[in-house]
């Protein structure tokens, strides 16, 4: 049986705090709790639960450090126990694996401590994702070119908190993305992978040889959904 909670001291915390540059506030620990669901309201089991500090972005940042760890109960549940460091990139991610969005929540806790020690994130929702794989293919023998264009849902939310307030100015949380490229006879054709949440509806739009610009709509209705545009 897989424990749900896991606690331990950072590497570079056991040698000298002062190198790290994190200072972790004595004999402090907080509490993150809450629900993680699927879009479908069903409970999500095993996603991990990280505590990060010095995360300068969600993509990973520079200098991250882990200061607590724990994963989802089997109704979804969960309860870590972290150390606590006042930075302007405090950061709790949950994730659990390629199949499901990711979810951030960060905020800047310099001069911010929550009520009780407490980080209640609530009910957090994890989406299943597809993978969309286009392959854009020329057929015709003749000269021609195509430009298109892609417009999705990233299957990525961080939600970024001032104190208690969410600040949607500087969340990004399943944001539409906008991609194009344009082929022709020496570079004809062009394969690539999107994860798209499943449900969204993918804007194919495309243009032939400069003729007026057609644009399809696509809906993810499968884990893996395979796109093939011949022209």
Same mark, same amino acid.
């Given at each position: 049986?897989?424990?749900?909670?896991?606690?331990?001291?950072? &590497?570079?915390?056991?040698?000298?705090?002062?190198?790290?540059?994190?200072?972790?506030?004595?004999?402090?620990?907080?509490?993150?709790?809450?629900?993680?669901?699927?879009?479908?309201?069903?409970?999500? &089991?095993?996603?991990?639960?990280?505590?990060?500090?010095?995360?300068?972005?969600?993509?990973?940042?520079?200098? &991250?450090?882990?200061?607590?760890?724990?994963?989802?109960?089997?109704?979804?549940?969960?309860?870590?126990?972290?150390?606590?460091?006042?930075?302007?990139?405090?950061?709790?991610?949950?994730?659990?694996?390629?199949?499901?969005?990711?979810?951030?929540?960060?905020?800047?806790?310099?001069?911010?401590?929550?009520?009780?020690?407490?980080?209640?994130?609530?009910?957090?929702?994890?989406?299943?994702?597809?993978?969309?794989?286009?392959?854009?293919?020329?057929?015709?023998?003749?000269?021609?070119?195509?430009?298109?264009?892609?417009?999705?849902?990233?299957?990525?939310?961080?939600?970024?908190?001032?104190?208690?307030?969410?600040?949607?100015?500087?969340?990004?949380?399943?944001?539409?993305?906008?991609?194009?490229?344009?082929?022709?006879?020496?570079? &004809?054709?062009?394969?690539?992978?999107?994860?798209?949440?499943?449900?969204?509806?993918?804007?194919?739009?495309?243009?032939?040889?400069?003729?007026?610009?057609?644009?399809?709509?696509?809906?993810?209705?499968?884990?893996?959904?395979?796109?093939?545009?011949?022209?």
């Amino acid at each position: 049986m897989k424990l749900l909670f896991k606690f331990f001291l950072i &590497p570079c915390f056991l040698t000298t705090v002062l190198s790290c540059e994190v200072h972790l506030e004595d004999n402090t620990r907080i509490l993150v709790e809450g629900i993680i669901k699927d879009q479908d309201n069903m409970p999500v &089991p095993d996603a991990k639960v990280s505590v990060h500090t010095r995360r300068s972005n969600f993509s990973g940042g520079e200098n &991250p450090y882990l200061l607590g760890e724990g994963y989802s109960a089997s109704d979804g549940t969960f309860s870590v126990t972290s150390f606590y460091d006042k930075d302007e990139d405090f950061a709790i991610e949950i994730a659990l694996n390629e199949s499901y969005s990711t979810y951030v929540y960060k905020s800047n806790t310099l001069n911010f401590t929550p009520i009780d020690l407490t980080f209640n994130l609530e009910t957090i929702t994890l989406r299943k994702l597809a993978n969309f794989n286009y392959n854009i293919v020329k057929t015709s023998s003749a000269s021609s070119a195509i430009t298109y264009s892609f417009r999705y849902v990233e299957g990525f939310c961080l939600e970024y908190f001032e104190g208690g307030t969410l600040n949607e100015l500087q969340s990004v949380c399943y944001q539409e993305r906008f991609i194009s490229k344009t082929l022709n006879d020496d570079n &004809p054709d062009y394969e690539w992978l999107l994860q798209v949440p499943i449900g969204e509806v993918v804007e194919f739009t495309y243009s032939i040889n400069d003729e007026p610009e057609i644009t399809e709509f696509i809906t993810i209705n499968e884990s893996s959904y395979d796109f093939t545009f011949n022209y």
